[in-house]
């Protein structure tokens, strides 16, 4: 019974890695997540977080880290996208170097958690001294957005993503580079509203000039330093 119980776990766990979408969401210099061991840690948190919950009619508690009705819907829930989380220091943002080249890589790891293909919530993934572990689940509004922007962005040719926040501003934007062309940025929704950057500011499809980005984000970097 116990090998097949490890042999049911192996055979979702591989179901879950097949079914990850190829969106080159890897960073510009990251290194690939798919089928990693980042990859693998999320897919098996996700197994294990999901068995908790999953007995159909059992009720979710308050605050429920995922976007969905019931339990019973994570037995559907697979690993979908995953990107590695990179910060730019607000220090950054009054020199002359560019966006892109400022934003460091934080070793954290987020994958989206998909139910019959639509996001629900991310993962959260680190390195943990017991090895690479899904520290958090959360953030579904956070994790459609993404979606959304890397469905759109991803349908160009020669196009990666990159996902990067300036915590000291709050704010998250993605960032999408062509080919050797100067790199573009996406903000998300609630760095929309942040900013207030709805309308004129946000033109391309919705994509923002590298010097543009960085003065709305140097003007809420400072204010929130100032409270």
């Known amino acids: 019974m116990k090998r097949l119980r490890c042999l049911m776990l192996s055979m979702l766990l591989a179901s879950q890695l097949a079914s990850a979408q190829q969106v080159d969401f890897t960073g510009i210099t990251g290194a690939a997540s798919r089928g990693s061991e980042m990859q693998v840690a999320a897919a098996r948190g996700l197994v294990a977080f999901a068995k908790t919950f999953e007995s159909a009619g059992q009720g979710l508690p308050p605050g429920f880290p995922l976007s969905v009705r019931d339990g019973s819907a994570l037995r559907h829930a697979k690993i979908g996208l995953g990107f590695q989380v990179y910060d730019v220091d607000a220090s950054a943002l009054t020199g ?118 960085r003065a709305h984000l140097a003007r809420a970097a400072a204010t929130h330093a100032s409270r």
């Open 96 to 213: 002359k170097a560019a966006l892109e080249d400022v934003a460091l890589p934080t070793g954290i790891w987020r994958y989206e958690v998909l139910v019959q293909g639509y996001p629900v919530g991310l993962a959260t993934v680190a390195k943990t001294a017991q090895g690479w572990q899904v520290v958090s689940f959360g953030g579904a509004g956070l994790a459609r957005d993404i979606h959304d922007v890397a469905m759109h962005q991803a349908q160009r040719a020669g196009t990666t993503l990159r996902y990067i926040r300036v915590p000291q501003a709050t704010a998250d934007f993605i960032q999408v580079q062509q080919g050797t062309a100067p790199a573009r940025f996406a903000p998300l929704q609630a760095t929309r509203s942040l900013l207030q950057m709805q309308g004129a500011a946000l033109v391309n499809g919705g994509l923002l000039e590298g010097n543009t980005l």
